[in-house]
Each structure stands twice: as structure tokens, then as C-alpha cells.
């Protein structure tokens, strides 16, 4: 289900989370839905259980999952997105950083607004949902 | 300290006996063919020749009392490849270290090896020790020349001995890392003595023969007969072969005497020699302590050092100036006999010369396999095993104190058999005896042979009252004869031994009488000669430390008397 | 397990094999020791299973030293590159000496795996191809529930399905015992999936210490192509570890938070700016100023 790329520079764990939450836009995981555990994971990927039990802690920090004791981690039923202004501060200079590197590569503005909606529509979060 | 603590694991016991089982069954095959079977053999012979086949017996007997020749060296090399296989084959294939990673301490380790070479090499003796006795129980018909006790000393002595091979073999094995290297140094250690004794006594010959150096003079030839003693003493193989020789040599055994009465009997070196319990626990004592030494250096190994000829550096310099000497007198001996050269000032330069180069290159061979002594850190300190010296004195003590109780209270023999020189000799003077008696019958001019009273046997004086009785008799006969004119001129009398025994003080030896009584023929129609057999016992009593025949006798008088038996008793 | 060295230095003879290594390595954690050949991987993780004893400095497991306290080894298990069994031995003879030297073996786990590998328990250790051996050193280490796993190599002459069947099943094994792991390897693609930590060893010293996640958030190659030279200062940075220069394109390592980095050459008004991924070699001679890996 999931699919690790070691070779990135993003951390192990931060792919995890990006991918859990993709696929729960996506519908692979829906609400409610139950969680591979961490030993599942680790043995099926064959990567460091710290490294999943941390991707778990952080998406349930965010609220993404949430651990019911004794039965496992599921998906959130409602997953409420929390407004943080910090957060939002990083998410900004993250696109910033994205569109300057797109600029040097040769993106005009227009091919990087179309980008943006092509993915916007993909994850199923785009104007017209 | 609970005994589980003091034996060692049991699966380390189960992995060294599964580990060396191939060749503990091949060793005690091999006892068994030498012993039991071998005794089965010559019984069933003994059986088939209906008595008459006496050299089986004896060959069975010859094992048991001296493990000679050929028996002697392959039971020590058997026990040299024990030692050498249970820890050399685990270093050589690498086991070692993973073994010492696992749970076990280095004592356990060398401890489960040691106790299961011990048992491998006793098994094969006791069982065969067992089914020897079984053999003599069930086959009270054959005259066999050796008692129970023969076998079981045969089997002690054996234990005792091929222990004491192992333990210099496992220390040799802690010191060398490879299983070649180990042998070799065990083969040295144990026949040092000797070799070293030959490769000094035939220099000294050399330089004798240089012309320089004079003989019989000097403290140099003083040492060198001296050395020649120990080496003998010394050198383990030759124990097996030579220690009950050695026994009959300085045989002043009295079956009652204990150890304190035999020191004031003898001489310093029989004192050590001769008395099997002495020396015994002397033996027991010194594998011990080979056994101690041992869990000592092996605490102390390095294990980097594995592939290496010496597993324990420090020992690195000894053993190369032990064997760049050696190598210069194996030099000394060698090289002057290929040159030539021996007389006089040029000879000693010859000498002087071999001794040089075998040197160098004995160094250089040493500093290649042995490696070279300039060493960087070695790690700092050995593991010091953790064992109080207190334990260790008081096993020292009790060891002493049941020496000393042997010592004064048991008697050195409990079964003895006969040895050779003392059954010869005593052979040697029944013989004369009968030899005496047949002459009376054929006449002599002047006197009438004396009986062959030598170191070990003698003809007591009641017995020499009797035998002239009968003598007179004989003579009488015999004129008696030469009237009817029927005369003898010659005899021929013969003993062959069948057997002897030995008990409290008292020894029968048993042996076959052929004799022959030639006729001075008148004419050739006559036969030439009368000739009988008759088995007879001759009886030895212990005293003044010499065998004294007092009586003896026909054994079987129903077929008739022989000629020279008296009449009428 | 808690595992903690203190200056530990190893001599053989006159080369010595560990120079002053100092690390500690917290329970349940996963550590990898990179380094080439002759580095003093093995020198090290035979020290800490108590194998050799160090020259110098201490190792302690859970506190006591494992070369001398013989009970803490039966909590650690080992698996070699360099195999080394009772090659008369069958399986089963092995797996039961095993057995009776571990007290915490589970016999019904060793069955398991040997049934997964396809391990015959009456073939002669002998008769084994070296893959199987392999295998059976992996049940005789992971039977008995060790609390410190040390693995010398353990992919080295694996297939990459095997290679990933064996990192899965120790990562299941950690998961669910919290097994301490410290792994030495040569596949860093391995390592950077399954370890916390990861150190490199050269010539027998311990050059760093890091978390993956943490040297890849700070190292980046960045590509950058300018119009006209700037000036020299521009290069002299102190967190550019290295500059190349090809006509107008500047291939630059450098360490610092990728944000920044991004900053400051955007500053110099670039025609291109790139970001390039780095493997996690390159990542370790940029860190370590190109010694060990690099050829001179």
C-alpha cells in the first residue's frame, strides 16, 4: 500500500505521513477504516519501526488517526483541519521555495498555477468537489 | 558451592563427545583388539592345542605387564591426537569463537573438554578390564599366567599414564593455535627428555673426538651420565615401555613392606620408581596440576592469535631460544659427520661453526612461524581466573596427606606377578636342581653339580638336605643299573616354564620337564635314549630378600614317576 | 539492551584495529556501522559481544561487561558474515545445543523459521550452500529472543529478495521484542530504511555519529547557474563543504537547512536553481570532508 523511497531527501517518516494523508484523499483509506500496526508495517516494508511509530504519532497528533486502546489505530472519523498559524507560516515559505525552484527550471507562472489545480484536482480537493 | 557448579554444562559435554566420538571409537577399538580380544584369541588357541600352546597366554601376559613396544607408542599417540583434536579442531575451524561467545566461560569450555577426554580414554580400559576378568572367571581350566589384579594394575597404570599424555597435550593446545603446532610442542614436551639427552651426548662425543676436550674428566661428564638417568625416568613413552623392566631391575620388593620401609631399603632413584602408589599419586598430582596451568594460559590467550603457530605471545621468546639451542646442538651433532672435519683445532672450529649457522637459521625460522617479538599493546593483563588459592591449598594439603597415608600404611604390592628377571632366574635354579638329580642317574667323576644359587633364587638348606638324600638314592639306583648292565651316558634335562604365581609371600612356578637319559648302547638295535615329560611345581618362600626353593614336586603322579622322582613316598 | 563504550581501543599486535570509539546506544534502538573494509567493524562488534577483550576503555551491555560476565551473552545474539558451524552437526544437533545453552529458546519459533527457510532438520551442516547457512544462523540468533541483536554483514552474498526478506523479518523482530540492533554493512539502501543511528568507522576510529533523517535535512548538492561570476567571497562560505565550477555552472555541497540554502542563492539572482538528491554516501564523505570512501 505504501511505497518508500529511501533515496529521497525527505525523512522516512514524513513520506509516511504525506502518503497516509494522500491516501485517505484519494479514498484508499477511508473513515473509520483500520490502520496496518506498526509491527505489520515494519515486517511488510521492512523499515524501522520508530521511524512508523513516529509517522503514527505525528498523524495523530495532527488528528489524521487516532489509537483506540486495545483494538488498534484507525482513521479519523472527521478529520477537522486545525488552523495553526505557525504551521501555515512553513506551508507558505515551503511554496515559496517550490515556485522559485520552478521558476529556475524554466516553469512560466501559468504552467505553475496549472500544476498546482491538476494536483488540487487529483487529491479530489479542488473548487469543484 | 553446589556440585552442578563444579561439572560442566551438559551441553557442552554432549557437543565435545559428539564432536569426538569418530575417534574415540577407533581407540577403543584398537584397546580392545590389543586386549580383550587378543586374550580371547590365545584362549580359544590354548583350548584347540589342548595345553600345549603356552605362547598365547604369554604374549596376553607380556601386554598387561609392560603395554611394550608397539602398544605403548599408539595408545600415546592416541592420547596426543585426543588432546590435540578436542581443542585444535574447534580453533582451527573457527568454533572457538563463537563459543566464546555464547554464555560459557573459558573454564567451562575447557573444563567439558578435559572431562570428556578423561572419560573417552578410562571407558575403553575399564570395559575391557571388565570382560579380561569375566574371561578369567569363566575359564578356570586354562593355566593363565596373571591374575585379576595384573588386569586391573594393567588398566590403572594405562589410565594413569595416557592422563597425564592428555593434560601435557591440552596445555600444549592452549598455548598453540593450531592443531600441527599443538602436537608438535606435546611430542616435544614428552619426549624432550630423552631426545635432549641424545642430541647432548652425541656432541659431547663430537667434541671428544676433537681431541680437546678429554674424557671422563670434568663436571660436563659428571651431567651427562646423570642426565641420562633422568631422561630415562623423564620420558613418558618410555615409562609405558620400560616401568615394570624398570620395576624388576631394582626389584627388592617385598610383598609386605610399605613405602617408609623400602626408602631405608634403596637407593633415592628406586625409591621414586619403584613404588607404583608413590609415584601414582605423584602422577595424579602433576595432571592436576598440567590441568591447572592450563585453564590458566587459556584464560590469558589472545584469540586474534588463532591462525598463528603461538596463541599466547608471551611464551614467544622462551620457546625461540629453547629451540634455536636445540637446533644448534641438533647442528653441532649433524653437520661435523656430513663435513668430515672432526680432529683436532679444526674440528673445534667446524663445530664452533655448525653451531653458528644452525643458530641463524633457526632464528629465522622462528621469527617467521613465531612471528616477530616486537610487539605493540597486548591487552593489559591477563583475565585473572576467579578461584580462591585457598580452595586451591587445601586441595594441595589433602593431596599431601593421603600421600602420606599411603606412604606409611599401605603395602606397596597387593598382587604381584613375577617378573621376568626373577622367573627366569628362578627357572635358571630349578633347573639346576633337576639337571642335579638326572646326573646322579648318569654318574659324574668327582662332585656332583651344584644347584644355581644366584641373586633372585636359591636352594634353601632343608631342601639341599633332602635333595642329597635323594641323591645317595640315586646314586644307588643307578648302580643298581650298572650292575644289570644297564648304564646312562648322558642326560639332558629341560624346563619349560608354564606358569608362576605369586601369593602372601609364597610363589609356585610351574613348569614342564623334558629329560632324556641317553643309554650306553651296545648295539645299535638299543634305543638311543629314555625321555619323559612330567609337569612339576616348584615352591618359593620369601626370605632375606631372595626367593628360597623349599620343596617341589611332580603335579600329576597318576601316569607313573619319572626317574629321578624318589621312590616310595 | 543498553550498550555503551568508553574509549575502547583493540590492538593486534602492532596494528591497532580500534582507536578511542565512543558511543552509546540507547535500548530498542537500530544502529548501522558503516565503514570499508578493514575499517574495524567486526574487530568492534566482536568486542562488544565479548569475544576479544579491548586493550583499552570499557564496554558495558545493560552495565556489565560481556567479556567477562558470562550471563549477560545469553541475551546477546550474533550473526557473522564469516560463518562458522559444527560442520559435522546436523540442523537439528545444532539447533539442539542451542537449545540447551539459551534458557530463553522457543523451540516452536525455531521450528517456524526453520519451516519458513526450507531448512531439512537432518542434513549435515556441511552439506548447506552458504545462503542456508546464512539462514540457519538467522534462526539460531532470532529463536532464543535475544535483547541485543549484533549482525557482522548479514546481507553480504544475498540476493536482493532474500536481502529483503531478512531486513523484514528483523524489523518484525524489533517491532515486536524491541530488540536493540547494531548492524555493520556495506548497503547503505538498507541501512538507511531499518536504522535510528548510523556511525562510520575508518581506520578504527568512530567519525560521527548521526540520525539519517537529520544528515539528510542537512546536506544537499545544489546546482546553480549564474550569469556572471560573483564574487569570491560568495564561495567562501564555511557551510559549502565543496564548489565546482564548469563554464557557468556551479555544482556546490554544502550543509545548512535547505530554506536558507535556497535563500541565499536566490539572492545572487541565479538563471538555475536546482536542488539534487543525494545518496547517503555522498551525503557521508560530504560530512566527513571525503575521508574513508573517497579514492586519492
Same mark, same amino acid.
Given at each position: 500500500?505504501?511505497?518508500?523511497?529511501?533515496?529521497?531527501?525527505?525523512?522516512?517518516?514524513?513520506?509516511?505521513?504525506?502518503?497516509?494523508?494522500?491516501?485517505?484523499?484519494?479514498?484508499?483509506?477511508?473513515?473509520?477504516?483500520?490502520?496496518?500496526?506498526?509491527?505489520?508495517?515494519?515486517?511488510?516494508?521492512?523499515?524501522?519501526?520508530?521511524?512508523?511509530?513516529?509517522?503514527?504519532?505525528?498523524?495523530?497528533?495532527?488528528?489524521?488517526?487516532?489509537?483506540?486502546?486495545?483494538?488498534?489505530?484507525?482513521?479519523?472519523?472527521?478529520?477537522?483541519?486545525?488552523?495553526?498559524?505557525?504551521?501555515?507560516?512553513?506551508?507558505?515559505?515551503?511554496?515559496?521555495?517550490?515556485?522559485?525552484?520552478?521558476?529556475?527550471?524554466?516553469?512560466?507562472?501559468?504552467?505553475?498555477?496549472?500544476?498546482?489545480?491538476?494536483?488540487?484536482?487529483?487529491?479530489?480537493?479542488?473548487?469543484?468537489? | 558451592?553446589?556440585?552442578?557448579?563444579?561439572?560442566?554444562?551438559?551441553?557442552?559435554?554432549?557437543?565435545?563427545?559428539?564432536?569426538?566420538?569418530?575417534?574415540?571409537?577407533? !581407540?577403543?577399538?584398537?584397546?580392545?583388539?590389543?586386549?580383550?580380544?587378543?586374550?580371547?584369541?590365545?584362549?580359544?588357541?590354548?583350548?584347540?592345542?589342548?595345553?600345549?600352546?603356552?605362547?598365547?597366554?604369554?604374549?596376553?601376559?607380556?601386554?598387561?605387564?609392560?603395554?611394550?613396544?608397539?602398544?605403548?607408542? +599408539?595408545?600415546?599417540?592416541?592420547?596426543?591426537?585426543?588432546?590435540?583434536?578436542?581443542?585444535?579442531?574447534?580453533?582451527?575451524?573457527?568454533?572457538?569463537?563463537?563459543? *566464546?561467545?555464547?554464555?560459557?566461560?573459558?573454564?567451562?569450555?575447557?573444563?567439558?573438554?578435559?572431562?570428556?577426554?578423561?572419560?573417552?580414554?578410562?571407558?575403553?580400559?575399564?570395559?575391557?578390564?571388565?570382560?579380561?576378568?569375566?574371561?578369567?572367571?569363566?575359564?578356570?581350566?586354562?593355566? &593363565?599366567? !596373571?591374575?585379576?589384579?595384573?588386569?586391573?594394575?594393567?588398566?590403572?597404570?594405562?589410565?594413569?599414564?595416557?592422563?597425564?599424555?592428555?593434560?601435557?597435550?591440552?596445555?600444549?593446545?592452549?598455548?598453540?593455535?593450531?592443531?600441527?603446532?599443538?602436537?608438535?610442542?606435546?611430542?616435544?614436551?614428552?619426549?624432550?627428555?630423552?631426545?635432549?639427552?641424545?642430541?647432548?651426548?652425541?656432541? +659431547?662425543?663430537?667434541?671428544?673426538?676433537?681431541?680437546?676436550?678429554?674424557?671422563?674428566?670434568?663436571?660436563?661428564?659428571?651431567?651427562?651420565?646423570?642426565?641420562?638417568?633422568?631422561?630415562?625416568?623423564?620420558?613418558?613413552?618410555?615409562?609405558?615401555?620400560?616401568?615394570?623392566?624398570?620395576?624388576?631391575?631394582?626389584?627388592?620388593?617385598?610383598?609386605?613392606?610399605?613405602?617408609?620401609?623400602?626408602?631405608?631399603?634403596?637407593?633415592?632413584?628406586? &625409591?621414586?620408581?619403584?613404588?607404583?602408589?608413590?609415584?601414582?599419586?605423584?602422577?595424579?598430582?602433576?595432571?592436576?596440576?598440567?590441568?591447572?596451568?592450563?585453564?590458566?594460559?587459556?584464560?590469558?590467550?589472545? *584469540?586474534?592469535?588463532?591462525?598463528?603457530?603461538?596463541? =599466547?605471545?608471551?611464551?614467544?621468546?622462551?620457546?625461540?631460544?629453547?629451540?634455536?639451542?636445540?637446533?644448534?646442538?641438533?647442528?653441532?651433532?649433524?653437520?661435523?659427520?656430513?663435513?668430515?672435519?672432526?680432529?683436532?683445532?679444526?674440528?673445534?672450529?667446524?663445530?664452533?661453526?655448525?653451531?653458528?649457522?644452525?643458530?641463524?637459521?633457526?632464528?629465522?625460522?622462528?621469527?617467521?612461524?613465531?612471528?616477530?617479538?616486537?610487539?605493540?599493546?597486548?591487552?593489559?593483563?591477563?583475565?585473572?581466573?576467579?578461584?580462591?588459592?585457598?580452595?586451591?591449598?587445601?586441595?594441595?594439603?589433602? =593431596?599431601?596427606?593421603?600421600?602420606?597415608?599411603?606412604?606409611?600404611? =599401605?603395602?606397596?604390592?597387593?598382587?604381584?606377578?613375577?617378573?621376568?628377571?626373577?622367573?627366569?632366574?628362578?627357572?635358571?635354579?630349578?633347573?639346576?636342581?633337576?639337571?642335579?638329580?638326572?646326573?646322579?642317574?648318569?654318574?659324574?667323576?668327582?662332585?656332583?653339580?651344584?644347584?644355581?644359587?644366584?641373586?633372585?633364587?636359591?636352594?634353601?638348606?632343608?631342601?639341599?638336605?633332602?635333595?642329597?638324600?635323594?641323591?645317595?638314592?640315586?646314586?644307588?639306583?643307578?648302580?643298581?643299573?650298572?650292575?644289570?648292565?644297564?648304564?646312562?651316558?648322558?642326560?639332558?634335562?629341560?624346563?619349560?616354564?608354564?606358569?608362576?604365581?605369586?601369593?602372601?609371600?609364597?610363589?609356585?612356578?610351574?613348569?614342564?620337564?623334558?629329560?632324556?637319559?641317553?643309554?650306553?648302547?651296545?648295539?645299535?638295535?638299543?634305543?638311543?635314549?629314555?625321555?619323559?615329560?612330567?609337569?612339576?611345581?616348584?615352591?618359593?618362600?620369601?626370605?632375606?630378600?631372595?626367593?628360597?626353593?623349599?620343596?617341589?614336586?611332580?603335579?600329576?603322579?597318576?601316569?607313573? =614317576?619319572?626317574?629321578?622322582?624318589?621312590?616310595?613316598? | 539492551?543498553?550498550?555503551?563504550? $568508553?574509549?575502547?581501543?583493540?590492538?593486534?599486535?602492532?596494528?591497532?584495529?580500534?582507536?578511542?570509539?565512543?558511543?552509546?546506544?540507547?535500548?530498542?534502538?537500530?544502529?548501522?556501522?558503516?565503514?570499508?573494509?578493514?575499517?574495524?567493524?567486526?574487530?568492534?562488534?566482536?568486542?562488544?559481544?565479548?569475544?576479544?577483550?579491548?586493550?583499552?576503555?570499557?564496554?558495558?551491555?545493560?552495565?556489565?561487561?560481556?567479556?567477562?560476565?558470562?550471563?549477560?551473552?545469553?541475551?546477546?545474539?550474533?550473526?557473522?558474515?564469516?560463518?562458522?558451524?559444527?560442520?559435522?552437526?546436523?540442523?537439528?544437533?545444532?539447533?539442539?545445543?542451542?537449545?540447551?545453552?539459551?534458557?530463553?529458546?522457543?523451540?516452536?519459533?525455531?521450528?517456524?523459521?526453520?519451516?519458513?527457510?526450507?531448512?531439512?532438520?537432518?542434513?549435515?551442516?556441511?552439506?548447506?550452500?552458504?545462503?542456508?547457512?546464512?539462514?540457519?544462523?538467522?534462526?539460531?540468533?532470532?529463536?532464543?529472543?535475544?535483547?541485543?541483536?549484533?549482525?557482522?554483514?548479514?546481507?553480504?552474498?544475498?540476493?536482493?529478495?532474500?536481502?529483503?526478506?531478512?531486513?523484514?523479518?528483523?524489523?518484525?523482530?524489533?517491532?515486536?521484542?524491541?530488540?536493540?540492533?547494531?548492524?555493520?554493512?556495506?548497503?547503505?539502501?538498507?541501512?538507511?530504511?531499518?536504522?535510528?543511528? @548510523?556511525?562510520?568507522?575508518?581506520?578504527?576510529?568512530?567519525?560521527?555519529?548521526?540520525?539519517?533523517?537529520?544528515? $539528510?535535512?542537512?546536506?544537499?548538492?545544489?546546482?546553480?547557474?549564474?550569469?556572471?561570476?560573483?564574487?569570491?567571497?560568495?564561495?567562501?562560505?564555511?557551510?559549502?563543504?565543496?564548489?565546482?565550477?564548469?563554464?557557468?555552472?556551479?555544482? @556546490?555541497?554544502?550543509?545548512?537547512?535547505?530554506?536558507?540554502?535556497?535563500?541565499?542563492?536566490?539572492?545572487?539572482?541565479?538563471?538555475?536553481?536546482?536542488?539534487?538528491?543525494?545518496?547517503?554516501?555522498?551525503?557521508?564523505?560530504?560530512?566527513?570532508?571525503?575521508?574513508?570512501?573517497?579514492?586519492?
Amino acid at each position: 500500500m505504501f511505497n518508500i523511497d529511501q533515496r529521497s531527501a525527505t525523512p522516512i517518516y514524513q513520506q509516511l505521513i504525506q502518503q497516509v494523508k494522500e491516501a485517505i484523499l484519494r479514498g484508499g483509506l477511508c473513515a473509520g477504516d483500520k490502520m496496518p500496526s506498526v509491527r505489520e508495517l515494519a515486517g511488510q516494508l521492512a523499515i524501522n519501526p520508530n521511524t512508523i511509530q513516529k509517522a503514527y504519532q505525528e498523524l495523530e497528533r495532527q488528528g489524521v488517526i487516532e489509537s483506540l486502546r486495545g483494538r488498534g489505530t484507525f482513521v479519523c472519523q472527521s478529520v477537522v483541519p486545525t488552523v495553526d498559524a505557525q504551521k501555515q507560516a512553513k506551508v507558505s515559505e515551503s511554496l515559496r521555495r517550490v515556485v522559485i525552484e520552478a521558476h529556475y527550471l524554466g516553469l512560466s507562472a501559468e504552467k505553475i498555477m496549472t500544476m498546482v489545480e491538476e494536483h488540487l484536482h487529483d487529491l479530489k480537493l479542488g473548487v469543484n468537489r | 558451592m553446589p556440585l552442578s557448579k563444579l561439572l560442566p554444562s551438559r551441553a557442552l559435554l554432549r557437543k565435545d563427545w559428539r564432536m569426538t566420538r569418530s575417534l574415540f571409537l577407533v !581407540f577403543a577399538s584398537f584397546i580392545t583388539f590389543a586386549s580383550t580380544l587378543t586374550l580371547a584369541y590365545n584362549i580359544v588357541s590354548y583350548r584347540a592345542a589342548e595345553g600345549a600352546w603356552l605362547g598365547g597366554l604369554r604374549a596376553s601376559h607380556r601386554l598387561l605387564e609392560s603395554s611394550s613396544g608397539f602398544h605403548g607408542a +599408539a595408545m600415546v599417540l592416541f592420547a596426543i591426537m585426543m588432546g590435540v583434536v578436542s581443542m585444535g579442531l574447534e580453533r582451527d575451524k573457527g568454533t572457538l569463537s563463537v563459543l *566464546l561467545g555464547m554464555p560459557y566461560s573459558r573454564r567451562d569450555i575447557l573444563s567439558s573438554k578435559a572431562v570428556v577426554s578423561l572419560l573417552q580414554i578410562s571407558l575403553p580400559f575399564i570395559a575391557n578390564a571388565l570382560l579380561m576378568t569375566l574371561l578369567l572367571r569363566t575359564n578356570q581350566g586354562v593355566n &593363565f599366567p !596373571f591374575g585379576v589384579g595384573a588386569i586391573w594394575s594393567w588398566a590403572v597404570h594405562s589410565v594413569l599414564v595416557l592422563t597425564f599424555v592428555l593434560c601435557v597435550t591440552l596445555l600444549a593446545s592452549t598455548v598453540s593455535g593450531k592443531m600441527l603446532g599443538a602436537a608438535f610442542l606435546a611430542l616435544v614436551i614428552l619426549f624432550f627428555p630423552f631426545g635432549m639427552y641424545a642430541l647432548v651426548h652425541v656432541n +659431547a662425543t663430537q667434541w671428544q673426538t676433537t681431541g680437546l676436550i678429554s674424557h671422563g674428566q670434568g663436571l660436563f661428564w659428571h651431567f651427562s651420565d646423570l642426565f641420562s638417568d633422568a631422561a630415562n625416568y623423564l620420558t613418558v613413552p618410555l615409562w609405558l615401555i620400560d616401568f615394570p623392566a624398570v620395576v624388576a631391575v631394582n626389584s627388592i620388593v617385598h610383598v609386605d613392606m610399605n613405602v617408609i620401609e623400602l626408602v631405608f631399603a634403596n637407593s633415592v632413584w628406586s &625409591f621414586v620408581v619403584v613404588h607404583p602408589y608413590v609415584l601414582y599419586l605423584l602422577l595424579a598430582g602433576l595432571c592436576l596440576g598440567l590441568y591447572t596451568w592450563a585453564q590458566k594460559w587459556f584464560a590469558g590467550t589472545e *584469540l586474534e592469535h588463532d591462525d598463528e603457530l603461538l596463541a =599466547l605471545p608471551r611464551l614467544r621468546g622462551l620457546i625461540s631460544v629453547g629451540f634455536i639451542g636445540c637446533s644448534a646442538l641438533l647442528g653441532g651433532a649433524v653437520l661435523p659427520a656430513v663435513l668430515g672435519e672432526t680432529k683436532g683445532v679444526p674440528g673445534a672450529v667446524v663445530m664452533l661453526l655448525s653451531y653458528a649457522s644452525s643458530a641463524v637459521v633457526a632464528w629465522m625460522l622462528a621469527r617467521r612461524f613465531l612471528g616477530d617479538s616486537t610487539t605493540g599493546h597486548l591487552s593489559q593483563g591477563a583475565m585473572k581466573a576467579k578461584r580462591s588459592p585457598i580452595a586451591l591449598l587445601i586441595v594441595g594439603l589433602v =593431596l599431601v596427606i593421603v600421600m602420606l597415608i599411603a606412604m606409611f600404611s =599401605l603395602p606397596v604390592v597387593v598382587s604381584r606377578q613375577l617378573t621376568q628377571a626373577e622367573e627366569v632366574n628362578m627357572l635358571a635354579l630349578a633347573d639346576s636342581v633337576m639337571e642335579r638329580r638326572t646326573q646322579a642317574l648318569v654318574g659324574t667323576d668327582g662332585a656332583p653339580p651344584a644347584a644355581l644359587n644366584n641373586d633372585f633364587a636359591r636352594e634353601s638348606p632343608e631342601l639341599h638336605k633332602r635333595e642329597q638324600v635323594l641323591i645317595v638314592e640315586l646314586a644307588e639306583r643307578r648302580e643298581a643299573l650298572r650292575q644289570r648292565g644297564e648304564s646312562y651316558i648322558r642326560s639332558e634335562t629341560h624346563l619349560v616354564l608354564i606358569s608362576s604365581r605369586v601369593r602372601q609371600g609364597t610363589a609356585t612356578v610351574v613348569a614342564l620337564e623334558q629329560s632324556k637319559l641317553y643309554y650306553a648302547r651296545a648295539h645299535p638295535a638299543q634305543p638311543e635314549y629314555m625321555a619323559w615329560e612330567a609337569e612339576r611345581g616348584f615352591v618359593f618362600m620369601r626370605r632375606g630378600g631372595v626367593w628360597e626353593l623349599t620343596e617341589h614336586g611332580v603335579m600329576d603322579t597318576s601316569k607313573g =614317576l619319572p626317574p629321578n622322582e624318589p621312590r616310595g613316598n | 539492551m543498553h550498550v555503551s563504550l $568508553k574509549e575502547v581501543a583493540k590492538y593486534f599486535g602492532g596494528h591497532s584495529a580500534l582507536d578511542s570509539v565512543s558511543f552509546d546506544v540507547p535500548p530498542g534502538a537500530v544502529f548501522g556501522v558503516v565503514g570499508p573494509n578493514g575499517a574495524g567493524k567486526t574487530t568492534l562488534l566482536k568486542t562488544i559481544m565479548g569475544m576479544l577483550r579491548p586493550s583499552s576503555g570499557s564496554v558495558t551491555v545493560d552495565g556489565r561487561n560481556p567479556q567477562t560476565e558470562t550471563a549477560v551473552r545469553v541475551g546477546i545474539g550474533y550473526l557473522a558474515e564469516a560463518q562458522y558451524y559444527y560442520l559435522d552437526f546436523t540442523v537439528s544437533e545444532t539447533l539442539c545445543f542451542y537449545r540447551e545453552t539459551y534458557p530463553t529458546w522457543q523451540d516452536e519459533r525455531s521450528r517456524e523459521l526453520c519451516t519458513g527457510f526450507g531448512l531439512s532438520m537432518r542434513a549435515k551442516v556441511k552439506h548447506l550452500s552458504r545462503g542456508q547457512r546464512t539462514q540457519l544462523g538467522v534462526v539460531l540468533a532470532l529463536s532464543y529472543v535475544p535483547k541485543l541483536l549484533l549482525l557482522d554483514e548479514p546481507t553480504a552474498g544475498l540476493d536482493p529478495v532474500m536481502r529483503r526478506q531478512f531486513l523484514a523479518l528483523l524489523m518484525d523482530e524489533v517491532a515486536q521484542h524491541g530488540t536493540t540492533v547494531l548492524i555493520s554493512s556495506h548497503q547503505l539502501s538498507d541501512l538507511e530504511r531499518i536504522c535510528d543511528y @548510523v556511525g562510520v568507522l575508518h581506520q578504527g576510529k568512530l567519525l560521527d555519529v548521526a540520525r539519517i533523517e537529520d544528515l $539528510k535535512r542537512q546536506v544537499f548538492t545544489v546546482q546553480v547557474v549564474l550569469a556572471e561570476p560573483p564574487t569570491d567571497d560568495f564561495w567562501r562560505q564555511e557551510w559549502m563543504q565543496s564548489v565546482r565550477q564548469h563554464g557557468r555552472i556551479y555544482t @556546490v555541497v554544502a550543509q545548512g537547512e535547505r530554506d536558507s540554502l535556497a535563500s541565499y542563492f536566490a539572492a545572487a539572482k541565479p538563471l538555475a536553481l536546482e536542488f539534487i538528491e543525494m545518496p547517503l554516501e555522498d551525503i557521508f564523505i560530504a560530512r566527513m570532508g571525503g575521508e574513508g570512501y573517497a579514492f586519492k
